[in-house]
């Protein structure tokens, strides 16, 4: 179904590179990307009213400079920063937001009105020294600090104060769904402060250590709220080594350890930010009949089906959460051993395994997490005829209030192997041809596991047995398991060259997910995503793409004149990320199941003209 959506977008440049002398030189850039996007979420069948324009604007500053102190010592300074602010202008923001889940279509105007504004500001300085005997060894130290301020804020509000949805529930039925929101005004800051060390060592001609240790004191604050929402104290060792086992570089067995935290986000503790509302949700069944989608009756239904009676459950954001002050920032511990070998003169195999282990990740835990009630039973579905167990919260102790917490039951494992052949350029001839293996399991919640560092954790996740017990939750993660990659390229006679990238990969798995209302599953905070078979159950064919480039160079007069021809996608294969993944989910306006078919098909076949004058 074709997409009625244009793009403008303008790119500006500035770069100054000055050598000061002949010890120090200084880099200035400023980069600014307006981009004007209109007509987003216009789609044949569906309401033009759904539709919205999102400008966007970024500025980003970047300086340098470098320093040669004396003949072993290097001081490097660096400052960067950016500005933005990304917008939707709605083309009805007086109606509220009505989907037809069982066609898949849309009408009045598109959900949510936002503004998204940022900024960020980072100075690094690093000094780099060479000592080539000391005890007995050749060192590389290098000391740096960092400082950091930013801060992110965003609006958000519903168009025509609220949303609703519609399904066909069967036996001449529908079930409604709609909330109710007032929406949020949120700003939150960072200010993080940061120093390491680092010494690359070699004893002899063949032992190589590296040891660094690295401190960060994150802290974060926000509009309206009085003192420091967390604060953080952070080191993060690593050491690793290498031994060349014949002393000429030919054959190299390498080792390491290191423990890399990720950086606290602003977006993360957004919930614990001053500025949000409740939510309101509200369902009812009623008897399937005709629906009129004017306008005028669009904000009547949200009316009709926000009554007190049809009060389903409130989800409260508007008390932030408190935030654990034993809180430990997520992180991951790396296991890294590897093996380099030079094949012949011109050829080089690398061989690594890597062992990741995700710690620490974030929850929500109510005050009554301990005390709710389950009642475990089997429940059918009407579309695929699967029978799964589900549990039911018995009780009505509520869940408002929210404490951000780690998790101990969410974990998240990866083994990685990764077998790299490099031909060494020549004049005419480069190649690296790669081979890449991933096993990637956990429970995390979101579909790559990393849904938490944005905020979107699960609710009681350590005590709810929808997720402590399920054993559907534990399975492959954004899981690709196979990728071969061959890069090449070739200068022939008469200045004409050519270049190749062929990508041959597995697709991601996936299971099949719905939500749980369908199955009359409920929490005191509301609905939660259940799976009708086990997690990563499913996979799809492996896709494979070849893009190529040839180009020929014209000498003329001092100058050089390039004309390039690309192929992109050369086999128009169906190549894509995602899959519906709804038993019920259908292609718009058709209404045909999209259900375990391609729902984000990359580019097709496309050729390009290109021309470069270098003068």
């Known amino acids: 179904s074709p997409f009625y959506e244009s793009n403008q977008k303008q790119q500006y440049y500035a770069k100054l590179d000055w050598l000061v002398n002949n010890r120090n030189s200084v880099t200035l850039l400023w980069n600014g990307n307006p981009v004007s996007i209109k007509n987003r979420h216009v789609l044949e069948g569906w309401q033009d009213s759904t539709g919205y324009d999102f400008p966007m604007q970024m500025n980003t500053l970047f300086a ?24 939707k202008h709605m083309y009805a923001p007086d109606v509220p937001m009505y989907y037809d889940v069982t066609n898949n279509v849309y009408y009045g105007g598109f959900y949510e009105q936002m ?165 309101y949700n509200y369902e009812t069944v009623l008897p399937t009949a005709p629906f009129d989608t004017s306008p005028d009756n669009l904000k009547a239904m949200l009316a009709y089906l926000t009554q007190p009676q049809f009060l389903a459950f409130v989800q409260t954001q508007g008390t932030p959460v408190a935030i654990d002050p034993n809180l430990k920032v997520n992180n991951t511990d790396t296991f890294n051993i590897g093996f380099e ?72 494992i990866h083994h990685l192997i990764m077998v790299v052949l490099k031909k060494q350029p020549s004049r005419h001839w480069a190649m690296t041809l790669s081979y890449f293996y991933q096993n990637s399991k956990g429970n995390t919640p979101g579909l790559d596991g990393e849904a938490d560092m944005f905020g979107q954790c699960y609710i009681n996740f350590d005590t709810d047995p929808e997720f402590s017990q399920n054993s559907y939750m534990y399975g492959p993660v954004w899981n690709r398991a196979h990728q071969i990659k061959l890069l090449t390229s070739y200068l022939g006679p008469w200045g004409l060259s050519l270049s190749a990238d062929l990508r041959i990969m597995s697709a991601l798995k996936w299971e099949t997910q719905f939500n749980s209302r369908f199955a009359d599953v409920a929490r005191s905070y509301g609905r939660i995503t259940l799976f009708l078979d086990p997690r990563g159950s ?26 390039q021809l690309d192929m992109f996608n050369l086999f128009n294969s169906d190549y894509y990320y995602r899959v519906g993944i709804s038993p019920f989910g259908v292609y718009s306006p058709s209404g045909i199941s999209n259900y375990g078919k391609p729902t984000s098909l990359f580019p097709p076949r496309t050729s390009r003209v290109g021309l470069t004058w270098r003068f």
């Open 538 to 563: 499913h996979q799809p064919a492996a896709s494979y793409t070849l893009n190529l480039r040839a180009a020929k160079l014209f000498k003329i007069k001092g100058s050089q004149l390039e004309l």
């Open 64 to 87: 340098s400079w470098n320093s040669t102190l004396t003949a072993n010592s290097v001081l490097y300074v660096k400052f960067a920063g950016y500005k933005d602010n990304i917008t």
């Open 115 to 279: 503004r998204d504004y940022s900024q960020r500001r980072q100075v690094n300085a690093a000094l780099t020294h060479y000592a080539d005997n000391f005890l007995k060894s050749s060192h590389e130290f290098k000391v740096g600090v960092e400082y950091e301020k930013s801060q992110a804020g965003e609006w958000r509000q519903y168009s025509g104060g609220g949303y609703f949805d519609s399904y066909d529930y069967g036996e001449g039925t529908t079930l409604w769904y709609a909330i109710q929101w007032a929406g949020r005004d949120n700003l939150g800051k960072l200010n993080r402060s940061c120093a390491y060390a680092q010494d690359n060592i070699q004893v002899g001609k063949k032992l190589f250590f590296n040891i660094g240790l690295r401190y960060e004191n994150p802290k974060l604050t926000a509009r309206y709220f009085s003192g420091t929402l967390a604060d953080f104290n952070i080191f993060s060792p690593r050491v690793g080594f290498s031994y060349d086992l014949s002393g000429d570089a030919k054959s190299v067995f390498h080792a390491s350890y290191g423990r890399y935290f990720n950086k606290p986000l602003i977006g993360t503790f957004y919930r614990a930010t001053p500025g949000s509302n409740n939510y």
């Open 341 to 412: 070998k030079q094949l012949g003169a011109n050829f080089a195999l690398a061989i690594d395994y890597i062992y990741k282990r995700d710690r620490d990740r974030y929850q929500y835990t109510s005050s009554n997490a301990a005390n709710h009630v389950y009642t475990e039973r089997q429940w059918t579905d009407p579309w695929l005829n699967n029978t799964i167990t589900v549990w039911d919260q018995t009780d009505d102790l509520s869940d408002d209030a929210l404490t951000l917490t780690n998790s101990k039951l969410e974990k998240k």
